[in-house]
């Protein structure tokens, strides 16, 4: 199993920035997929963000352009850098991995929230 550890969320105005990071460890597989979701209250589960190592990281619609997803593989950590915040971006930020062979089937499987693996949140709170 995957142990996630997510931090960097706090309070900020609309148009200020936050960068979120996600710690991982435990039984750690080589090319592993990562991800970002988000959800708000009274809101289902969206996915933001996913990485396979080595690979163009994928966006939502939603954030593109403003969050900027990356890996540092030396600390076994993903990151979030979110810019040009806005009050809808207001929501529990959870980070998620899974055991995919291929970008395919990482991105995949993000699209439809099929991960396996989640940490226990890092709240986000944007005011206007």
């Known amino acids: 199993q995957v142990r996630l550890e997510e931090s960097g969320g706090g309070s900020v105005q609309a148009g200020g920035s936050l960068k979120l990071s996600c710690a991982a460890s435990g039984n750690i597989a080589s090319r592993y997929c990562m991800a970002w979701f988000r959800q708000a209250p009274g809101e289902e589960r969206e996915g933001v963000a996913a990485i396979f190592s080595g690979s163009e990281p994928y966006a939502a619609d939603s954030v593109k352009g403003r969050f900027i997803p990356s890996q540092d593989n030396a600390k076994e950590t993903l990151y979030l850098q979110m810019n040009s915040l806005k009050p809808e971006d207001t929501a529990m930020y959870y980070c998620?991995?899974?055991?995919?062979?291929?970008?395919?089937?990482?991105?995949?499987?993000?699209?439809?929230?099929?991960?396996?693996?989640w940490g226990g949140g890092t709240l986000v709170t944007i005011s206007s």
């Open positions: 998620a991995a899974r055991v995919s062979r291929t970008p395919s089937n990482c991105y995949e499987a993000f699209r439809l929230g099929l991960m396996e693996d």
